[in-house]
Structure formats: C-alpha cells, structure tokens
C-alpha cells in the first residue's frame, strides 16, 4: 500500500512539471503528456528510486531518473511520428523534474525504503 501513495505522489509530480514546461514549449496535448508522465513515473519508480536509490545514493538516483526521463521524452518523438518535443525543451523538463525528485528521494528514503529494511 505504501508504494502505491508513492507512485502516485510521483505521478501527479511528474504531471504538473511536465505539463507546464511541455504544455508551454511545445503543441503536446494534454492527454500525451499524461501518457508520457505515466511511462517517466513507472520507469523511474521501479527502477530509480526502488533499485537504484536502495542501492546508492540520491545524486546517483537522481541522475539515473533524469537519464530516463530524458530517454523516454525523446522515445516519445519517435513514436508518436510527430516532433514536437526539441531536445532542448526535453532536457530543460528534465533538468526541472529531478530538482523536484531529489526531494522526492528524500521522502522514499524516508517512508519507503526505511520501512523496508526494518
């Protein structure tokens, strides 16, 4: 129960950020970036901050999560068939979200990974 008030505190973090940068710079709908928000929460969740930051630290978490989110930003141009989302708009959304998961870590680390171990 505790992992899902966390993947879905960060899903609606992820969602909020991404939509105002990517609802501002580029013509995604906001239905495409709640699927984009989806895949970075998932991805980033399970392995970032479950794996990841269990096993090092938050710089580390911190950045893998941005590598993902960033991966997954410019996949979503591939796939989609349309480019709306320039490598500088994904990286600046990218550089914006994991300032607010740095702080997010902090709490899994705290209320999630803590409980684990005891």
Not at 73 to 95: D, E, H, M, P, R
């Amino acid at each position: 129960m505790k992992h899902i008030g966390a993947i879905l505190l960060k899903y609606v973090m992820v969602a909020i950020i991404l939509e105002i940068v990517l609802g501002w710079l580029t013509l995604n709908s906001f239905t495409d970036i709640l699927v984009i928000s989806a895949a970075v929460t998932v991805v980033s969740y399970l392995i970032g901050d479950l794996l990841v930051l269990a096993k090092s630290n938050n710089a580390v978490s911190t950045f893998f999560n941005g590598a993902v989110t960033l991966v997954i930003l410019l996949l979503f141009n591939y796939a989609s068939g349309y480019a709306y989302i320039s490598f500088a708009t994904a990286l600046l959304a990218t550089v914006v979200l994991e300032v607010a998961d740095a702080f997010f870590h902090r709490f899994v680390e705290k209320n999630i990974l803590s409980e684990s171990e005891s």
